[in-house]
């Protein structure tokens, strides 16, 4: 967690540093607000759409067929659910818990093809310094 929060901070910083300094300075509120919420924003939207993958890879590899109705519904709702549902030793808790893992696995490839995509634009976008001109 702490390694995230220090990625977290230095990116933050860095993204509003080259935000602010691609504008002039009379902009830079407005700038510096806009990315802010955009980052904001985002976060918002990649928490709601990363969960949704993770819960339909979760769910794509479950095999509810022949549970009880109560334990089937349990299974598809969450590893929590299951575990409260199902005996301890039980072998469809631990292929509950393989589709937990095998579902954040691949959410977790799917963000990280996003996040070089999103480095790769930002490469290819993001003026450089030396190329921006500023108003007095």
């Not at 918002?44 to 990363?50: E, F, H, R, S, T």
């Not at 549970?67 to 072998?91: N, Q, T």
């Not at 093809?113 to 480095?119: A, E, F, S, T, W």
Request: aromatic share 4%; proline share 5%.
């Amino acid at each position: 967690l702490a390694v995230v929060g220090l990625g977290v901070g230095v990116s933050i910083a860095l993204s509003t540093d080259a935000v602010v300094a691609a504008v002039p300075r009379s902009r830079a509120g407005a700038a510096s607000a806009i990315s802010e919420t955009a980052y904001e924003l985002g976060t918002a939207m990649g928490i709601a759409i990363l969960g949704s993958l993770q819960t339909l890879f979760y769910r794509s590899q479950l095999a509810t067929e022949g549970l009880p109705a109560g334990e089937a519904d349990a299974v598809r709702d969450s590893l929590a659910r299951a575990a409260e549902a199902l005996p301890p030793d039980s072998p469809v808790l631990e292929q509950t818990r393989e589709a937990f893992t095998g579902g954040m696995q691949l959410t977790s490839f799917v963000a990280a093809v996003v996040l070089l995509i999103g480095g790769v634009i930002a490469l290819r976008v993001i003026p450089n310094r030396d190329d921006v001109t500023h108003e007095p």
